[in-house]
């Protein structure tokens, strides 16, 4: 899922945006205070006094609480009983330079605290989940390769921005306390980007095993490993209906020579170009595949709503600079309006609906003060 990429991207575009200013605060009606600054709009270039938890427009949110302060916080992922997340942090004021796995407690804050690591430390970590029963996780890492953190890519002269698919990547289950108990990939490649169906029996994750980025099934004890996807093309990030019959996922489709030929220049070099991503989902066999949104710009991180019917997921496509990034919801068949869900002026993505519907999960640039930096937060869903 490769966040660390795009927060990169996002930190140039950060420092474009945010252009500091007195700190003040709003009361609102339900008697909580927020924190404003200055900053740039976007589009106008005009500076204006925003609020930086909430906005206004948000209403399909309340309630919103700030759990981590610092550093790199992403793909936050709820417990089976919603009492927990898992998620994948960078902080350097903890002493971990490269994305590690943690368990967060939602209910607490991070300020002034360190949350608890369940990787090796060794190595870079993506894309955790809970299995089955709360206690025990499933994440990738890259550890058997090397100890080290993997070399980002070198700046390219051609001024594309890519995404690193680092070989060494596997998918491993711990427990709670760090234990790595099983292995469940162990071929040659990419393996990683796995979650777990809410029926607690299925694995989705993307792999090159097969010389593209292809999504694959497999049982929960990583047997009956079976390809879902077979066209040219990134497919990844995919995440289970919430009766487990049908995945969503992100998938870039070149199409013509040129693309075809960067698409596969850049993945046999162990990269891709994920500025051109749109939604698809599928049985989770992997039959009536359909492409959900045609909005052009990158469209990822998508994640069903209880209900089923639709899907929330984050998007530049309104930008018309590459940012913002803002959650957005489309029905699953992708007829009617896009509608927007948050509205900051920078960066919101990976959301997920607690197993009850009531709560999301997210990650966000708001109230950071001006920095690079990504934190997690947790709203109430108001329907």
């Given amino acids: 899922m490769k966040i660390k990429s795009i927060l990169g991207l996002l930190a140039v575009s950060t420092l474009m945006i945010n252009c500091g200013g007195e700190q003040k605060k709003e009361e609102h009606t339900d008697g909580s205070s927020h924190e404003k600054t200055a900053e740039t709009d976007h589009k106008s270039g ?32 709820w417990s089976f009983d919603d009492t927990k997340l898992v998620s994948q942090i960078t902080n350097p004021a903890w002493g971990i330079e490269c994305d590690q796995i943690f368990i967060v407690d ?16 060794k190595g870079r970590t993506t894309c955790s989940y809970f299995m089955p029963g709360d206690t025990t996780i499933l994440y990738a890492s890259t550890h058997l390769g090397n100890d080290a953190c993997p070399p980002k890519p070198e700046k390219r002269t051609d001024g594309k921005y890519v995404w690193p698919i680092y070989s060494d990547f596997d998918i491993f289950v711990a427990d709670l306390d760090g234990n790595i108990i099983n292995q469940l990939t162990d071929g040659e490649g990419y393996d990683a980007e796995g979650t777990v169906s809410a029926q607690g029996d299925k694995i989705v994750f993307t792999s090159t095993r097969t010389g593209d980025l292809e999504l694959f099934t497999m049982d929960i004890d990583g047997s009956n490993v079976k390809q879902i996807t077979f066209d040219l093309g990134y497919d990844g990030g995919a995440f289970f209906s919430p009766d487990g019959t049908k995945l969503v996922f992100r998938s ?5 020579e040129e693309e075809i030929k960067e698409y596969k220049d850049l993945l046999a070099q162990g990269l891709v170009k994920p500025t051109d991503m749109e ?10 595949l359909r492409q959900v949104t045609h909005l052009g710009g990158a469209n990822w991180a998508p994640f069903y709503h209880p209900s ?21 919801m489309i029905n699953e068949d992708g007829t009617g309006e896009v509608e927007q869900i948050t509205f900051d002026g920078v960066f ?11 709560k999301l999960i997210f990650s966000s640039n708001r109230n950071n003060n001006g920095t690079h930096e990504t934190n997690l937060f947790v709203a109430d869903w108001v329907d």
């Fill in 252 to 256: 870039s489709r070149p199409k013509t």
């Fill in 46 to 77: 005009a500076t204006k006094i925003v609020n930086k938890i909430h906005y206004k427009e948000e209403v399909h949110l309340k309630n919103i609480k700030q759990i981590t302060f610092g550093g790199d916080n992403a793909e936050a992922y």
């Fill in 348 to 358: 919101d993505s990976f959301p997920m609906f607690s197993y009850d519907g009531k």
């Fill in 308 to 328: 089923g019917e639709k899907i929330i997921f984050c998007s530049n496509h309104a930008a018309e600079k590459g940012i913002p990034f803002n959650l957005f």
């Fill in 279 to 288: 939604l698809y989902v599928c049985n989770v066999d992997g039959s009536d």
């Fill in 106 to 121: 939602p209910s607490t804050t991070y300020e002034n605290k360190q949350a608890k690591m369940v990787s090796t430390g």
